[in-house]
């Protein structure tokens, strides 16, 4: 009965399933990309000054200090700046506004899954663009279609996952000019790479920059996203998201977040060094690791008797927690965060021990 009053599309949909979340001390989580370090000092003075305050009032409906905090950080105006509760709050605001019923969105494949999935919630369809295997975009993915089909959005993560691999920035400026549409680079793990967008967002209106601070500024758990996109386009997306989309004390730590490069910079330096170490012990373990340019690796064994799944789970099973992804014709392979030296040595070494049974 219950199900008959919903929408026939909504129950043929497969969910978005996230990275598997353990209760605290059943494993060590390298599987969802989380930063391993506490966030800035600063953050947690705001979140109390802000808590202190007190919460009996509405936060800033555009998360204003932030939008100011941010463009002296990444020399833009604030009127370039839409805040979001985490970066996916921003993708729906972007799939909702851009793509209508029927119309269709492009994709990378394999990337990150939920962009499917908010397309078919619009009851729009999804052109899945494969990587090339040196993980490069054919010249197609910056061209529209020639059967009449619309599209109408296209989403570029860059850098990319499960590849932490990335795009240049004169390929996706070449993909903006030929695309009939916006394309949003989703650069959740920018902060990670050697360079990044946001000054391409200036170059072509059609370019927008999603970031977000789960990653980076290690606060995956107060959900709070920013796009960076033309003025005009900002306003118009406003009216899409919720009132107050982002409250007083996610605005406060956010903002205190973006103020403290310092900390950024210092946390930056430990990720990429312990990438460093992952990805050689890694290959020397015999798996082909593409340069990544974000804080986890891809991992694909090239032995076809050697189980990504099965490694897995004799990993899980001894209480470390990486993230197994299989995609079908595009391969399988295993999703390495980058976690302490600590954490990654001692999962290295109980993989060695995989290989040595």
């Keep these: 009965m219950i199900h008959s009053l919903l929408r026939p599309d909504l129950l043929a949909l497969p969910g978005y399933v996230p990275g598997e979340q353990p209760r605290a001390g059943e494993a060590v989580k390298l599987n969802t990309n989380e930063n391993p370090y506490r966030a800035s000092d600063k953050v947690y003075e705001a979140i109390k000054a802000a808590a202190d305050r007190g919460l009996s009032r509405y936060?800033?409906?555009?998360?204003?200090?932030?939008?100011?905090?941010?463009?002296?950080?990444?020399?833009?105006?604030?009127?370039?700046?839409?805040?979001?509760?985490?970066?996916?709050?921003?993708?729906?605001?972007?799939?909702?506004?851009?793509?209508?019923?029927?119309?269709?969105?492009?994709?990378?494949?394999?990337?990150?899954?939920?962009?499917?999935?908010?397309?078919?919630?619009?009851?729009?369809?999804?052109?899945?663009?494969?990587?090339?295997?040196?993980?490069?975009?054919?010249?197609?993915?910056?061209?529209?279609?020639?059967?009449?089909?619309?599209?109408?959005?296209?989403?570029?993560?860059?850098?990319?996952?499960?590849?932490?691999?990335?795009?240049?920035?004169?390929?996706?400026?070449?993909?903006?000019?030929?695309?009939?549409?916006?394309?949003?680079?989703?650069?959740?793990?920018?902060?990670?790479?050697?360079?990044?967008?946001?000054?391409?967002?200036?170059?072509?209106?059609?370019?927008?920059?999603?970031?977000?601070?789960?990653?980076?500024?290690?606060?995956?758990?107060?959900?709070?996203?920013?796009?960076?996109?033309?003025?005009?386009?900002?306003?118009?997306?406003?009216?899409?998201?919720?009132?107050?989309n982002c409250d007083a004390i996610a605005i406060a730590a956010a903002t205190a977040a973006v103020r403290d490069q310092d900390w950024r910079q210092a946390n930056r330096a430990k990720i990429l060094a312990t990438r460093r170490r992952l990805t050689e012990r890694m290959r020397q373990l015999g798996f082909t690791v593409p340069e990544s340019h974000a804080n986890f690796t891809w991992n694909v064994h090239p032995d076809a008797g050697v189980s990504h799944k099965e490694i897995y789970l004799y990993l899980k099973e001894r209480g470390w927690l990486v993230r197994y992804m299989d995609y079908g014709q595009c391969g399988d392979g295993l999703r390495i965060s980058v976690g302490t030296d600590e954490q990654n040595d001692a999962m290295l070494d109980c993989l060695e021990k995989y290989f040595k049974k």
């Design 59 to 244: 936060p800033n409906a555009m998360a204003q200090p932030f939008r100011e905090a941010a463009a002296e950080v990444y020399g833009v105006s604030p009127e370039m700046i839409l805040c979001g509760n985490g970066s996916d709050d921003l993708l729906t605001i972007l799939t909702r506004s851009f793509l209508d019923r029927g119309q269709w969105l492009r994709l990378a494949k394999p990337s990150y899954i939920l962009y499917k999935t908010l397309a078919l919630l619009q009851g729009g369809h999804a052109d899945e663009v494969r990587f090339l295997p040196d993980w490069t975009l054919p010249e197609s993915f910056g061209q529209g279609f020639d059967d009449g089909r619309q599209l109408k959005l296209v989403y570029l993560p860059n850098p990319n996952s499960p590849s932490g691999t990335v795009l240049s920035k004169e390929t996706i400026l070449r993909f903006a000019e030929t695309l009939p549409c916006p394309i949003v680079v989703d650069e959740a793990y920018a902060d990670f790479a050697e360079e990044n967008c946001i000054d391409l967002v200036k170059k072509n209106a059609k370019i927008m920059v999603l970031r977000t601070l789960s990653k980076s500024y290690a606060l995956a758990g107060l959900r709070f996203g920013f796009l960076f996109a033309d003025p005009a386009i900002i306003e118009q997306l406003a009216k899409m998201k919720d009132s107050y």
